[in-house]
């Protein structure tokens, strides 16, 4: 059984920083898309990060726009953990963060989403497995 626990939300003030983790289990950690997905109040889900295998260091990253440069997904795969460490926050970045996990292909599909090709209904059926999530408040 899959089982995904995000932690590490909080509040913090616009410039600060915060990193949220997802402990997963019950599947092969290292070689599956991960992913971070927030959602505000009154607002759809958006995609924020993913990471999957590939390139010199073994892994790629792919962000949303909006959260590029001070965003960064890593993962530690002897902890079956994803992080999502968040840099000069702002009080738009005030959301609930979901990490999800998904095939190799779920991270292509991301990709077409951060590139503006693919809406989220296209790529969220994509991820099998979801978090409950951590709230994440900035505040001005």
């Known amino acids: 059984q899959v089982q995904l626990v995000e932690s590490g939300g909080g509040s913090v003030q616009a410039g600060g920083s915060l990193r949220v983790s997802c402990t997963t289990s019950?599947?092969?950690?290292?070689?599956?898309?991960m992913a971070w997905f927030r959602q505000a109040p009154g607002k759809d889900r958006e995609g924020v990060a993913i990471?999957?295998?590939?390139?010199?260091?073994?892994?790629?990253?792919n962000y949303a726009d909006s959260v590029k440069g001070r965003f960064i997904i890593s993962r530690d795969n002897a902890k079956n953990t994803v992080y999502l460490q968040m840099n000069n926050l702002k009080p738009e970045d005030t959301a609930m963060y979901y990490c999800?996990?998904?095939?190799?292909?779920?991270?292509?599909?991301?990709?077409?989403?951060?590139?503006?090709?693919?809406?989220?209904?296209?790529?969220?059926?994509?991820?099998?497995?979801w978090g409950q999530g951590t709230q994440v408040t900035v505040s001005s």
């Open positions: 019950g599947y092969t950690f290292s070689r599956n898309c």
């Open positions: 990471m999957f295998t590939g390139g010199a260091s073994g892994y790629n990253t």
């Open positions: 999800a996990v998904g095939t190799s292909g779920a991270c292509i599909t991301m990709g077409r989403y951060f590139a503006g090709r693919l809406v989220l209904q296209d790529v969220a059926p994509k991820f099998g497995n």
